[in-house]
């Protein structure tokens, strides 16, 4: 037969040609041969009512350019090129570095701060207002880290980048879809995505999924002339198309676009922060107009002493390192990842993986290895052994674009070149078999079928029985038929004759047995959902030790409403002979039961899946439609990656919600203690520099070590409860511990220096109170938190007693009795904290 021969820049006039070249090369013409009856016909041009209303996916177009199946010239490109007709949409759209600063410069709480600051600089002395320079520190760490994350994201970008095969000069070529121009002819096969708008000009059983456009479920058979939409993939058949519209003009490249910009919103972890923020903002408004009204109206001293308590009251409230901190955390999170080349295409994945109780794995690429090998050749019915090895080369030649398992076919029986094909059918994971039609060599004429014998073999066939022994051994086995009726009959498989069997053996990840064995330690469900006999599927996986792997189910029994679906996945691990359709239903069955679900794949056939699913994770070696809907892409195609993903989601989500109760706790007592001041018409017990020393020691500093440590708990729900079911109480027992201090030292004290020794007393108390939160959140203790927590205090105590230290804090315990009681209260309120969490813990559980 034909070899896959070079295109001819003379081609024949569009749609012209017989088919019988190659498929999908110049030439093939409007080959229609193999179309599923599901696949929907795309109306032709002519067909469309002149009145009729418009179909945003299908709208009718000026008169597209004559298809060229040589493609353009490199003078013609540079042409377009000089006219900017050139698709300038990036390929990924990561934050701009001026993006980077602003997002991390100009914030609400930063200006506020940047306000307050330059107050305090000229009214007060430098350390009343360090907490401008830490509020710079933080920006200058959050700016950094999220450009080093820029870098490992972008450079990865790249690495996993889709190359489309256009026609350049008469030869195909693969370029960067941002060097596609206007009249290009890109070629397409399965698996691949359409990056432009264009029009087919051949197609050989090609048919497009426009579900990610439309909604519009089966696949669309597109003819020459059909247009083709950006966002839409090849689910079956080839071909080669015009782009017709490129750039931001194209149907969906905007929303492409935004689909994988860098971005840190969008998740549950972000708007919990933004929740907690927005009520922040509406508490300081009014108990900081009180605290103004309070300490520069009503109480009559020195006017810089006044403005300098003020702005101690208003700074705490703010909790302008939470933001910072979420933000380092993510950033760290994907230089992490980078460096095991795992690309983060939408940073919420982090943390969504995190949450995820069920991951459905697809067997063929994830658990196995993408290559398969011939073992053995089984004829059927005395079938001529050599006569079967010309027509599986002859169908290996036939697929220009051939999966794994036909590419073992090609590699064990090359093709003679005696025979040409007439007409393909191509293979299909919604109807499990491909086939071709043949003129051989003597003349005669044959039409073969090639797939899933339970799916071409009518039940109780008697080679039925001996090919589930096969599969029993993990094997995989395609059934070789040939077919009685045409191609483009939808019932060509009904009455083939079978002719012969061919076993493959399938190669096992090495690394796939830990890391399901990882996913069952951690309490996530995996599910194997594969396209392949369920026998074989079973096998596989019971290799892998995968638990419930003896329950498998062939999808083609199962219930097709939700409910009975989500019971059946509820109750086994391992499904057979699903279809592309079933597995985006089970990703939906198991959302109903309340399960955050993630999808791995690597082919054209899990794309829905993925889209659906909460978190869609694609090898690098996947399809191009696999990898631009998936959120994470293993780059490495080591399915052992995905613990480190799931780790690092678990260390950012964990640990966020540690220091989020550090930091609002803060913000309780920051308010509590400014509307007690109000209310007591008494001066606000601390200057900012007191507050600055407490926040560094209690929260700042160890708040950046607990949000990058390891954390291994499952992320939970509701964040925002989570947070501040401890932070309210927390927050209220300091704050009313500190005042209580405050008071009885007001009373204690008396004469010059007495607010400066009232102020140290409830420094102390506060100090101490806020310690015990930290220890309590720094449980599990090791020895690094042990000492942390140690480290904190033993920096407290250097203030306390080195002299310049005490002077420049303004921090000096006059007498006993009333430090003592400071530590007294301070005792009493970190018990009452302990026993309030406590209860906390049992009344509201997380």
């Known amino acids: 037969m034909t070899q896959r021969a070079k295109i001819d820049t003379e081609g024949p006039e569009p749609g012209g040609g017989s088919g019988n070249g190659h498929p999908y090369g110049p030439g093939s013409g409007s080959g229609t041969g193999g179309t599923t009856a599901a696949a929907r016909t795309a109306p032709a041009p002519g067909d469309i009512d002149a009145g009729a209303e418009l179909d945003p996916v299908h709208p009718v177009s000026p008169p597209a350019p004559a298809f060229r199946p040589g493609g353009l010239g490199t003078a013609e490109v540079a042409e377009r090129v000089a006219r900017g007709e050139v698709n300038d949409v990036p390929v990924r759209s990561s934050r701009s570095t001026a993006d980077i600063v602003r997002g991390n410069v100009f914030t609400r709480f930063n200006a506020i701060i940047g306000v307050l600051w330059v107050i305090m600089l000229f009214v007060a002395p430098i350390q009343d207002s360090l907490f401008g320079f830490v509020i710079i520190a933080n920006t200058g760490i959050g700016i950094i880290q999220e450009l080093r994350a820029k870098k490992t994201l972008d450079g990865l970008a790249v690495i996993g980048e889709a190359k489309p095969t256009v026609r350049r000069d008469g030869a195909p070529v693969e370029i960067s879809t941002s060097e596609i121009v206007l009249g290009d002819v890109i070629e397409l096969g399965p698996g691949d995505k359409v990056v432009v708008d264009g029009t087919v000009g051949e197609a050989e059983g090609l048919e497009i999924d426009e579900s990610l456009l439309t909604g519009e479920a089966d696949p669309v058979l597109k003819k020459p002339g059909d247009p083709v939409m950006s966002g839409s993939f090849v689910v079956a058949g080839g071909g080669a198309f015009t782009a017709t519209k490129v750039g931001r003009e194209a149907y969906a490249a905007q929303l492409a676009e935004e689909a994988s910009r860098f971005t840190l919103v969008h998740s549950e972890l972000r708007s919990g922060i933004s929740t907690i923020l927005k009520y922040v903002t509406w508490m300081m408004i009014p108990t900081s107009i009180g605290l103004i009204i309070s300490q520069l109206v009503v109480k009559d001293n020195n006017l810089r002493d006044s403005i300098a308590r003020t702005v101690g009251g208003i700074v705490p409230m703010i909790p302008e390192g939470l933001v910072l901190l979420t933000s380092v955390a993510f950033a760290i999170g994907v230089i992490r990842l980078g460096r095991k080349q795992c690309l983060v295409q939408e940073l919420p994945a982090i943390e969504g993986l995190a949450r995820v109780d069920v991951v459905c794995l697809d067997k063929t690429g994830t658990l196995t290895e993408g290559g398969m090998d011939v ?242 994770v694609s090898m690098g070696s996947g399809s191009e439609a696999t990898r631009a809907v998936a959120q994470i892409v293993l780059l490495n195609n080591s399915f052992a990656t995905l613990p480190s993903v799931v780790a690092e989601g678990r260390r950012v989500i964990g640990n966020i919600t540690r220091v989020a109760t550090l930091f609002l706790t803060k913000t309780v007592y920051s308010v509590l203690l400014a509307v007690l001041v109000v209310c007591s018409q008494v001066e606000y017990p601390f200057l900012p520099r007191h507050l600055t020393l407490l926040s560094t020691l209690t929260i700042g500093v160890p708040a950046f070590f607990l949000a990058l440590a390891p954390n291994k708990e499952r992320a939970k729900p509701h964040f925002v409860r989570r947070v501040m079911r401890y932070a309210i109480p927390g927050g209220t027992v300091a704050a009313v511990a500190t005042f209580v201090t405050y008071l009885i030292a007001r009373s204690h004290y008396s004469g010059e220096g007495a607010l400066e020794a009232e102020t140290s007393a409830a420094t102390l108390t506060l100090f101490l109170t806020s310690m015990w939160v930290l220890a309590i959140i720094a449980r599990p203790y090791t020895w690094w938190r042990i000492a942390l927590v140690a480290t904190m205090g033993l920096a407290f105590l250097i203030v306390l007693v080195v002299p310049w230290l005490q002077e420049f804090f303004e921090l000096k315990l006059v007498g006993t009795t009333m430090p003592w009681g400071a530590v007294g209260i301070a005792a009493a309120a970190s018990a009452l904290i302990e026993l309030v969490f406590r209860w906390v813990d049992r009344k509201f559980p997380a």
Request: hydrophobic content about 40%; proline content about 6%; charged content about 25%.
């Open 375 to 616: 073992t053995e050749l089984r004829s059927l019915g005395g079938a001529d052994p050599d006569h079967v090895k010309k027509v599986l080369g002859a169908l290996g030649e036939s697929d220009p674009r051939p999966n794994a398992s036909l590419q073992a076919i090609i590699d064990a029986y090359p093709d003679s070149e005696e025979w040409r094909c007439t007409e393909s059918l191509p293979f299909s994971s919604a109807r499990k078999y491909s086939g071709a039609g043949f003129s051989e060599g003597d003349g005669e004429n044959s039409t073969w079928l090639l797939g899933a014998p339970d799916v071409l073999l009518p039940d109780g066939d008697p080679a039925l029985a001996e090919i589930d022994a096969l599969n029993e051994q993990g094997l995989r086995v395609l059934l070789l038929a040939r077919a009685v009726r045409e191609l483009d009959d939808p019932r060509v498989a009904e009455g083939a004759r079978p002719t012969a069997l061919i076993v493959l053996e399938q190669r096992l990840r090495p690394d796939a047995a830990d890391t399901l064995r990882y996913f069952a330690e951690q309490n996530v469900h995996a599910k194997v959902i594969s396209g392949d006999n369920a026998v074989s599927v079973s096998a596989v996986a019971g290799k892998l030790g995968l638990p419930g792997a003896e329950n498998t189910v062939d999808a083609r029994k199962l219930p097709s409403d939700p409910e009975g679906m989500a019971d059946a996945l509820d109750r086994n691990a391992v499904f057979g002979r699903v279809t592309p359709q079933q597995k985006r239903d089970m990703v939906a069955a198991l959302q109903s039961r309340g399960h955050t679900v993630a999808m791995t794949g690597d082919g054209v056939n899990d794309v829905l899946a993925l889209k659906d699913a909460d978190i869609g």
